[in-house]
């Protein structure tokens, strides 16, 4: 990256609303006029000083702290200014104000969402994955989502990555070697023992793929959507799993129209549970229309929880309409089949499938098991480090150019296409910890931080 001078700017860097305390964080290059301005006074560096922090007319605007960083050492490796005010809004929008008035000499402006942890990256302080675990840590909503996005933040998983890179960049050394030198050959490549050392490449990738996802699960989390006849329970299901009264229960056939979504976390981990109307034929225009959504929804799904009702086992056309449901439901999505209302069943032999009852709870535990098993959540020994859905696919393109590479080796007569193979699992790679990352990627993740961060 070139480090070309950039615009100062300045932000709240604390959440909207009242606090004990707020910061307004300002980061550039030159900001002593801004210091002098808002302090009166040259700072220690990294020093808190009390202090009132000063008005256009001298009056003070409040009474806080204020840090100086001078650069590289700071947050975003630049020069940068924090006042540690009462956290009022309207402290925090004066102090603002003031800033950009004072700052107006110096092309002071205010920042955009994730700017200054954009600096931090472009700075070298963060890498790509860790600047986008700042932004995962603040929206964890999980104990589990938290830990692990501060184990990102700390450059774990971008360790595992610059560590593949590493081994990558040998074997690529390796064929463009042997590429330049053309009386050398393949044979150069077998004693070097190119392919031992692919083999060992795609298992430490597998490894880390298999850690990114369980990363990426606990972060993005999978839908499931609850579908079946009318009356099987489905709603009073969402209830259960949601332990809150979100959608409507009755004995009434046809009663849930639009789908009800809600976000539930088993371990950690999120789902997002949809309810649907059941699947029926119907004459009644608005219920069709739910039903159409049911079936909408179901081809979104990652899994399907196909609810049956106990009561209706030996019912014939319940028996044939299941079976119609089921000649539906799209080829590859995992469907878990449910048997509910087992408190009113009574003590016959059960059918294949979970058994619960959404009304009493019971087996509701074993249904949480096992969706967590369908959304192939482990708890893995070592620990997650939290991920996201864009890491995955990088890596799963790194796994098809190794594949690649392992076929013209094979071949042994396309050593230039093994080397563009390898060049472009170097890119995969690169993208995740932003080496090289494009502009357009990087616009795009940091637009999503919010404004000060
Ligand atoms: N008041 C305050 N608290 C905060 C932040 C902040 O910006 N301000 N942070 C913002 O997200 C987080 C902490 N992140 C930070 C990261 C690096 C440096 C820093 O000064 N780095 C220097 C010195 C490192 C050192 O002494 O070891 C450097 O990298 O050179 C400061 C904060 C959370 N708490
Ligand atoms: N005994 C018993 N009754 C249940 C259980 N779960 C649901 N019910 C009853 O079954 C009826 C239908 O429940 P709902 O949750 O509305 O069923 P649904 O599948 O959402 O129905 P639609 O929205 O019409 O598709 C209601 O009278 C519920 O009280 C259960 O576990 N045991
Ligand atoms: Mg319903």
């Given at each position: 990256?070139?480090?070309?001078?950039?615009?100062?700017?300045v932000?709240?860097?604390s959440?909207?609303?009242?606090?004990?305390?707020?910061?307004?964080?300002?980061?550039?290059?030159?900001?002593?006029?801004?210091?002098?301005?808002?302090?009166?006074?040259?700072?220690?560096?990294?020093?808190?000083?009390?202090?009132?922090?000063?008005?256009?007319?001298?009056?003070?605007?409040?009474?806080?702290?204020a840090?100086?960083?001078?650069?590289?050492?700071?947050?975003?490796?630049?020069?940068?200014?924090?006042?540690?005010?009462?956290?009022?809004?309207v402290?925090?929008?004066?102090l603002?104000?003031?800033c950009?008035?004072?700052?107006?000499?110096?092309?002071?402006?205010?920042?955009e969402?994730?700017?200054?942890?954009?600096?931090?990256?472009?700075?070298?302080?963060?890498?790509?994955?860790?600047a986008?675990?700042?932004?995962?840590?603040?929206?964890?909503?999980?104990?589990?989502?938290?830990?692990?996005?501060?184990?990102?933040?700390?450059?774990?998983?971008?360790?595992?990555?610059d560590?593949?890179?590493?081994?990558?960049?040998?074997?690529r050394?390796?064929?463009?070697a042997?590429l330049?030198?053309?009386?050398?050959?393949?044979?150069?490549?077998?004693?070097?023992?190119?392919?031992?050392?692919?083999?060992?490449?795609q298992?430490?990738?597998?490894?880390?793929?298999?850690?990114?996802?369980?990363?990426?699960?606990?972060?993005?989390?999978?839908?499931?959507?609850?579908?079946?006849?009318?009356?099987?329970?489905?709603?009073?299901?969402?209830?259960?799993?949601?332990?809150?009264e979100?959608?409507?229960?009755?004995?009434?056939?046809?009663?849930?129209?639009?789908?009800?979504?809600?976000?539930?976390q088993?371990?950690?981990v999120?789902?997002h549970?949809?309810?649907?109307?059941?699947?029926?034929?119907?004459?009644?225009?608005?219920?069709?229309?739910g039903?159409?959504?049911?079936?909408?929804?179901?081809?979104?799904?990652?899994?399907?929880?196909?609810?049956?009702d106990?009561l209706?086992?030996?019912?014939v056309?319940?028996?044939?309409?299941?079976?119609?449901?089921?000649?539906?439901?799209?080829?590859?999505?995992?469907v878990?089949?449910?048997w509910n209302?087992?408190?009113?069943?009574?003590?016959?032999?059960?059918?294949?499938?979970?058994?619960?009852?959404?009304?009493?709870?019971?087996g509701?535990?074993?249904?949480?098991?096992?969706l967590?098993?369908?959304?192939?959540?482990?708890a893995?020994?070592?620990?997650?480090?939290?991920?996201?859905?864009r890491?995955?696919?990088a890596?799963?393109?790194?796994?098809?150019?190794?594949?690649?590479?392992g076929?013209?080796?094979?071949?042994?007569?396309?050593?230039?296409?093994m080397?563009?193979?390898?060049?472009?699992?170097?890119?995969?790679?690169?993208?995740i910890?932003?080496?090289?990352?494009?502009d357009?990627?990087?616009?795009?993740?940091?637009?999503?931080?919010c404004?000060?961060?």
């Amino acid at each position: 990256m070139t480090a070309s001078p950039r615009d100062p700017i300045v932000a709240i860097a604390s959440a909207p609303g009242r606090g004990a305390v707020g910061i307004v964080r300002a980061s550039g290059r030159d900001l002593a006029p801004l210091v002098a301005a808002l302090c009166g006074r040259v700072l220690k560096p990294r020093e808190a000083t009390y202090l009132p922090f000063r008005d256009a007319d001298g009056s003070a605007i409040d009474q806080g702290l204020a840090l100086h960083f001078p650069a590289p050492h700071s947050y975003t490796g630049e020069e940068v200014l924090e006042l540690q005010a009462h956290g009022g809004p309207v402290v925090m929008q004066l102090l603002l104000a003031r800033c950009l008035q004072a700052g107006a000499g110096i092309g002071l402006r205010a920042a955009e969402p994730g700017e200054f942890t954009q600096r931090a990256f472009l700075n070298d302080k963060l890498d790509l994955a860790q600047a986008e675990a700042v932004a995962d840590l603040i929206d964890a909503s999980t104990e589990a989502a938290a830990r692990s996005a501060s184990r990102s933040l700390a450059g774990e998983f971008s360790q595992h990555i610059d560590a593949l890179r590493e081994r990558l960049i040998h074997l690529r050394m390796l064929v463009e070697a042997t590429l330049d030198f053309p009386e050398e050959d393949i044979d150069f490549l077998r004693k070097a023992d190119a392919q031992g050392q692919l083999d060992g490449l795609q298992q430490q990738l597998k490894a880390v793929l298999a850690r990114t996802r369980q990363g990426a699960l606990l972060r993005e989390g999978i839908t499931v959507v609850i579908a079946g006849q009318p009356n099987a329970g489905k709603s009073s299901l969402l209830n259960a799993l949601a332990g809150a009264e979100l959608a409507i229960v009755t004995p009434i056939a046809g009663t849930t129209r639009d789908k009800v979504e809600q976000s539930i976390q088993i371990e950690g981990v999120p789902l997002h549970v949809v309810d649907t109307a059941g699947l029926r034929d119907s004459d009644d225009p608005v219920e069709r229309i739910g039903i159409e959504r049911a079936w909408g929804a179901i081809a979104k799904a990652d899994a399907v929880l196909f609810l049956h009702d106990l009561l209706r086992r030996d019912d014939v056309a319940a028996q044939q309409a299941d079976a119609a449901i089921a000649q539906r439901l799209p080829a590859g999505v995992p469907v878990l089949q449910v048997w509910n209302k087992r408190d009113a069943a009574g003590d016959a032999a059960l059918p294949e499938g979970l058994h619960l009852s959404a009304k009493t709870g019971a087996g509701l535990a074993e249904l949480r098991a096992a969706l967590l098993q369908i959304a192939g959540w482990q708890a893995l020994p070592e620990g997650v480090y939290l991920a996201r859905a864009r890491h995955v696919q990088a890596l799963g393109r790194v796994q098809e150019h190794l594949d690649a590479v392992g076929l013209h080796l094979a071949d042994g007569r396309t050593l230039d296409l093994m080397a563009e193979e390898l060049r472009l699992a170097q890119n995969a790679l690169n993208e995740i910890t932003g080496a090289f990352g494009s502009d357009d990627l990087l616009g795009v993740i940091f637009s999503r931080f919010c404004i000060g961060k």
